[in-house]
């Protein structure tokens, strides 16, 4: 139980692209995901809190334009990365929160690696 | 402000031995720890949490972590290695919101 897909697993964007990310709780309803930002060799970043059937509360420094967030339904969270440059090249991580249990657990999603060219 | 420290990004540990992977952290308001553990090209997958209770977590695999409030650590270990516990292993604290501050994460190498 509490498996978080994500969708891609890999993606090669050119510059000045936008790319969608998908994740998905398959089987638990997730009011609550987190997005995720893991550079090589270094920890994970909290980038923002999706909230399902509001916005997402974005960590300090994260550019909410460039970086949107969509949490429509109780299984899905879209990260999208508009106008994609080299930099923002990373290993994308979404994890969720049980919305029955709710408790403190986060489940974590198998990452995107995105590259941008 | 959260956050967490391991030291040491890469340990080595002979199979059998003990594993020791240590973890302090910093927090304004009572923490909740965790420990996760990352598989080359797989998701983050808990291995044991502290909240309250009990200083002294059991998590899968044999591994175990002692929360000690007056040393601000939560060290994990495991009696005796495998193989198979060669991963990434991650400390991470929650402000109580779920919001999540990772460690920098140890990436442990087990040799034959």
């Known amino acids: 139980g509490a498996v978080v897909s994500q969708h891609p697993s890999r993606v090669i964007c050119k510059s000045g692209t936008s790319v969608k990310i998908e994740c998905r709780s398959l089987?638990?309803?997730?009011?609550?995901m987190f997005w995720y930002r893991q550079f090589p060799k270094q920890s994970l970043m909290l980038m923002a809190t999706s909230n399902e059937g509001s916005k997402a509360t974005y960590e300090q420094g994260v550019e909410k334009d460039k970086f949107l967030i969509n949490h429509a339904s109780l299984t899905l969270s879209t990260l999208t990365v508009t106008s994609a440059h080299p930099e923002d090249s990373s290993f994308y991580i979404c994890?969720?929160?049980?919305?029955?249990?709710?408790?403190?657990?986060?489940?974590f999603g198998p990452g995107t690696r995105l590259t941008v060219l | 402000a959260q956050s967490v420290t391991q030291l040491g990004s890469h340990v080595s540990v002979s199979e059998g031995a003990l594993v020791l992977l240590r973890c302090n952290y910093s927090?304004?308001?009572?923490?909740?720890l965790f420990w996760y553990v990352q598989y080359p090209n797989q998701g983050l997958q808990l291995l044991l949490k502290?909240?309250?209770?009990?200083?002294l977590v059991k998590g899968i695999n044999g591994f175990e972590a002692e929360f000690k409030k007056s040393e601000t650590s939560f060290h994990l270990t495991k009696p005796s290695a495998h193989m198979s516990d060669a991963a990434e292993y991650f400390c991470a604290l929650s402000d109580g919101n779920n919001r999540l501050a990772f460690g920098k994460g140890n990436q442990v190498v087990v040799i034959p």
């Open positions: 994890s969720a929160r049980d919305r029955v249990t709710a408790t403190d657990t986060q489940y």
């Open positions: 089987d638990f309803q997730a009011t609550t």
């Open positions: 927090s304004s308001v009572p923490p909740y």
């Open positions: 502290y909240t309250t209770g009990a200083t």
